[in-house]
């Protein structure tokens, strides 16, 4: 048996073997080719290692340093693919980004664009347990909770005229005496009055509120009409109608509810925090009464005011209502509607806010002219 020169065998005996017969045909062999190869430059002389000793040259005359430092170094194209991923990376954080700022702005999804007229428009969503809590009523208490819209109720002329009867102020020419007297007895307060309450006469003025049946008396007639409150008397009865119909309930089960009431918001600084109307709420929370919430708007989002969308904020994401003239929205008024309006930036915003109960213990009947 012959051992490699260099085997470990061979080692661990302390000596070379002499080399056998082939071996020593294959080194001469070796020997006269290099002998008659012509003569190169060597390299310089690399830095030494650590060990004292330079890297041993491979069999094509390089360095085995030299081969690993270039195997080690990326060839140009995965310099390109790893551009690319970070480009791609950054991209989906700021699509994350925005669509995290989209949902807190509530610009996630147009529920309802100002720009379409909706003949009809409904989401049914889960209940949420605030209901649990209220005594239930057969037939009415919702076990159906969802939110729609629609512009086939309201015409945007009962709309105008809804809107010239919502203030004093704002009415006819032949109230507008009357309507600036109000202001001059209130000309500290500096603010437009901002909701009024038809059914108890209760108009708010910056931090004060007046009655206004009381503070006019028989006057009152001057500034409202008889056909006025029955216009608003037959707008109440459609909207109930049409929110019994896609709650799958009887209308007849449903009482109107107070706080019932116009409101008028602009960019006037807030006088109190029942002011501040842009925070998040849940009207089952804050009117525990409330079971159906409707909103009728009175003008026109993008030209008759900037801002004031309503927002309804679900979880991931916000679905927004773009007010116009006529336009309805409803919605059970459970904590699966949490929602908000965004601040006015210009102009004025007018809407009217009616509210139904299934509880006849917090049922109030339609104002009357006193």
């Known amino acids: 048996m012959s051992l490699h020169p260099g085997s470990s065998l061979s080692v661990l005996l302390g000596r070379r073997l002499p080399p056998s017969a082939g071996e020593a045909r294959r080194a001469h062999r070796s020997a006269a080719a290099g002998a008659m190869a012509p003569q190169r430059r060597s390299a310089p002389r690399g830095p030494e290692s650590g060990s004292g000793t330079a890297a041993a040259p491979d069999r094509g005359g390089r360095r085995h340093g030299s081969a690993k430092k270039s195997r080690g170094q990326p060839e140009p194209w995965w310099r390109w693919l790893k551009a690319a991923c970070l480009l791609c990376l950054a991209a989906l954080g700021g699509l994350l980004s925005w669509s995290c700022l989209s949902a807190e702005d509530g610009v996630t999804e147009v529920l309802a664009p100002h720009s379409e007229n909706l003949q009809g428009k409904f989401i049914e969503i889960p209940c949420s347990e605030d209901y649990d809590s209220h005594k239930r009523f057969e037939g009415c208490t919702p076990r159906k909770c969802g939110r729609g819209v629609t512009d086939a109720v309201i015409t945007r002329e009962e709309a105008e005229r809804i809107q010239a009867v919502q203030f004093p102020l704002y009415g006819s020419s032949v109230n507008q005496d009357i309507g600036e007297a109000l202001l001059n007895s209130f000309s500290e307060i500096g603010v437009w009055a901002s909701i009024l309450d038809l059914h108890s006469g209760a108009l708010s003025l910056g931090k004060h509120f007046v009655n206004l049946y009381r503070y006019f008396g028989d006057k009152v007639q001057d500034i409202f009409t008889e056909e006025d409150f029955a216009l608003y008397r037959d707008v109440r009865r459609r909207i109930q109608q049409r929110i019994a119909q896609n709650f799958g309930i009887s209308s007849s089960s449903m009482y109107l509810t107070k706080p019932t009431f116009f409101s008028r918001i602009n960019n006037t600084e807030a006088k109190?925090?029942?002011?501040?109307?842009?925070?998040?709420?849940?009207?089952?929370?804050?009117?525990?009464?409330?079971?159906?919430?409707?909103?009728?708007?009175?003008?026109?989002?993008?030209?008759?005011?900037?801002?004031?969308?309503?927002?309804?904020?679900?979880?991931?994401?916000?679905?927004?209502?773009?007010?116009r003239a006529g336009r309805?929205?409803?919605?059970?008024?459970?904590?699966?509607?949490?929602?908000?309006?965004?601040?006015?930036?210009?102009?004025?915003?007018?809407?009217?806010?009616?509210s139904f109960t299934c509880n006849p213990d917090h049922g109030i009947g339609d104002p009357v002219l006193m």
């Not at 409330?290 to 991931?316: H, I, K, P, Q």
């Open 272 to 323: 109190t925090t029942h002011d501040e109307y842009w925070h998040p709420h849940v009207d089952k929370v804050t009117y525990g009464s409330f079971d159906y919430t409707s909103l009728l708007y009175l003008s026109d989002y993008t030209e008759d005011f900037g801002g004031g969308r309503f927002v309804f904020m679900d979880a991931g994401s916000n679905k927004t209502v773009e007010p």
């Open 328 to 354: 309805v929205s409803f919605f059970t008024s459970g904590s699966e509607n949490l929602h908000r309006v965004e601040k006015v930036h210009w102009g004025t915003r007018y809407a009217i806010t009616i």
